[in-house]
């Protein structure tokens, strides 16, 4: 068990503290409930252990589909967490199913109206954490690379597919939530922060009734009661909830590596040349597969489709491929 020492940061809601293991964190969550900046603040007893507890809950649940998280283990008292270090990305993500909160506002529409599909919106995490584009994340270099905006923004959605139908197994609506991302010294996209209701908008499907911050935001109900009541509903879905196979369809592009001239290129090339299009300098030929697959998340399906691409669908010693899934 990692023992906590000095401490490095502390929030409204968790303190961040070294343990005796330099790789890890340990995470204490407050009984604190704070809402609107700080300007509504209450003590809660009990809060930092149901906001852990359930944290580890989701935190194990995503492990299991092939998620990477900060998670390691429970610590030493209800309320901690230990987890791995990080470099965390200055972003909220906010991956929406319905419309709640200030998407609401902003676009003038009826909350609860259901999306398509699911939103993916972007926060740079500032004092008043404005919505911020693709573009300007990049521009900012908040990211190291553009392929690292793309893994948070897959592993999103890859999260959020993990959780609508567990939630649902508890009759509960998973309306939106709010994720963030760190790199570990490898440079691996890693799930960091927590995962409470104090980051989710959660409905009771037949009720309607709030079981998120939002109790204690709007007054609504016993912020406590709210979240035990909450974690006993996990508790027993984790206990029964059977995986569920669905079907995947992916395209898969393999081309060329960069300056190289496979053979087959090499003689499109000089064909075209031959019949008069000699402003011609370059060329590579690709090809693409259409894929249909079964699995049980779409994280196995990606692991699944990309041994296949690398080992059979390619030559890894002079072509590349991308991944692409359209459901």
Known sequence: MSVATDILAEGKTKVLQATQQPEMLSVTFKDAATAFNGKKYQEIPGKGALNASISVLLFQLLQ??????????????????????????????????YAYGSIVKRFALEEGTPFHKPLVEFFHKTSDDPQITEDLILEFNLVPTEGVLQTIKRLALQINEVFVPYFEACGIRCADFKLEFG?????????????????????????????????????????????????????????????????????????????????????????????????????????????????????????????????????????????????
């Open 183 to 327: 790199l570990t010294k490898e440079g691996q996209v890693v799930l960091g922060d927590e995962l409470s209701p104090d980051n989710f908008r959660l409905r009771d499907v037949q009720t309607g009734a709030v079981l998120d911050k939002d109790v204690f935001r709007l007054d609504l109900a016993d912020l406590r009661e709210t979240y035990q009541g909450l974690l006993t509903r996990l508790e027993a879905a984790s206990q029964t909830l059977k995986t569920v196979s669905k079907i995947y369809t992916a395209e898969v592009y393999v081309h060329s590596r960069k300056n190289i001239l496979n053979p087959e290129s090499k003689a499109i090339l000089e064909a075209l040349q031959a019949r008069g299009y000699s402003s011609l300098q370059t060329l590579s030929a690709g090809k693409r597969f259409t894929l249909k697959i079964e699995a049980s998340s779409l994280v196995a399906a990606e692991q699944t489709l990309k041994q296949l691409a690398e080992t059979v669908l390619s030559n890894p010693v002079i072509e590349d491929y991308e991944l692409i899934f359209k459901n």
């Open 64 to 97: 299991s589909h092939g998620i990477p998280t900060c998670f390691v283990q429970k610590g030493s008292h209800p309320s901690e967490l230990i987890y791995s270090r990080l470099t965390m990305i200055p972003l909220e993500v906010v991956v929406r199913n």
